[in-house]
């Protein structure tokens, strides 16, 4: 039901074809995309001449077979090396900075600048809930100078990373950014002693971020403190101006109407900041258990009961909103950014932008009462 973007590896070449499928009276190759005749199952094609006819061809088959292995083999190793010279930049000198979600990437981008190489682990649109690592995330631990996670049991998966490092000498530098800010995190709902990690969607609190990250910055590169402050003190800025927008754009919503009903439970600290109130949602505070008959019946009648519109998510897969949506009579109002920013080209591929994006979505569907 969710991770609807989750990140694959990168696959083999396609088009490359068996040689020894050519055709009659063939003694080069077959092109790709050249048609191949089907195979003679008439009366006329022998077995045994069928064969002869395979193993008179194989010398000379057995040279193209080997060059499209070789083709094959080549074009793995340029992909790979194509990912690891974004994550390793051979022969750069800057610190490599690995976030483990988009958002903190952008962050550390933001307060780096171009002093360091800053790496994702999550690409946009992944869960990190749920999100299970591949081999190249295990290699970009290794290598980083700094870790960036946001603690709080959002991104268990990437501490299970540093913990398998084979040299435990050479662990990087690692910030547990959210749990670093001293921001009183919020419980879950009915189990005080977990922290909802989603601190992230409070532009104020995401000011606590940013001097941790910048901190952190100087720490692995003390020669850059001053260019870091500086960096850190302009965007503080414009998470204030954000910070003031929000606000503005929130009281144009008539009061009984500030309400949020979203696909899982990452609007606790949104909601605080600016008077909305979360009224439900499908999944909780994690995406990682599903929701019991009961969540979904008492989803059901706040639905009906409230008339507001319901959000789908970028990181969890729309269909059952929908469903639920569509059934107590209440509109879609779009589609918000909580866990992950947007993808290049979609205006939300930075934290400023999508929050201004999922901003505008709620104060539009929630004014208009669509
Ligand atoms: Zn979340």
Known sequence: MRGTGRRTGYALPAGGRDPCSSGHGASRPRGVGQAV??????????????????????????????????????????????????????????????????????????????????????????????YEPVPRDALAVHRAHLVLLNGYGLDLWAERLLDARPDRRALP??????????????????????????????????????????????????????????????????????????????????????????????????????????????????????????DLARLMGNLRRYGVPAFVESTINPKLMEELAAQAGVPIGGRLYADSVGPPGSGAETYLGMMRHNVRVITAALRSGR
Do not use: N
């Not at 682990?121 to 809930?129: F, I």
């Open 37 to 130: 005749p089907p195979p003679a199952h008439g009366a006329g094609a022998s077995t045994p001449r069928a064969v002869d006819r395979v193993l008179r061809r194989l010398p000379r088959a057995l040279p193209v077979i080997l060059l499209l292995v070789l083709m094959a083999f080549a074009a793995v190793l340029a992909a790979g090396r194509g990912w690891w010279a974004q994550i390793a930049g051979p022969g750069d000198p800057r610190p490599l900075v690995v976030a483990s979600t988009t958002i903190l990437a952008d962050l550390a981008t933001q307060v780096g600048g171009p002093r360091v190489r800053v790496h994702s682990l999550l690409a946009p649109g992944q869960d990190p809930h749920s």
């Open 173 to 294: 530098r690692v910030v547990r950014v959210a749990e670093a800010v001293d921001a009183d995190p919020l419980p879950w709902p009915g189990d005080p002693g977990r922290a909802d990690p989603h601190l992230w969607m409070d532009p104020v609190r995401v000011m606590g971020y940013v001097d941790v990250i910048r901190d952190a910055l100087i720490g692995i590169d003390p020669a850059g403190a001053a260019f870091y402050r500086r960096q850190a003190d302009r965007y503080r800025a414009e998470l204030a101006e954000l910070d003031r927008w929000i606000a503005r754009q929130v009281a144009a919503v008539p009061p009984e109407r500030r309400l949020l009903v979203t696909t899982h439970d990452a609007y606790r600290y949104f909601g605080r900041r600016y008077g909305l109130r979360v009224v439900d949602t499908v999944w909780g505070i994690s995406t990682e258990e599903e929701p019991s008959a009961a």
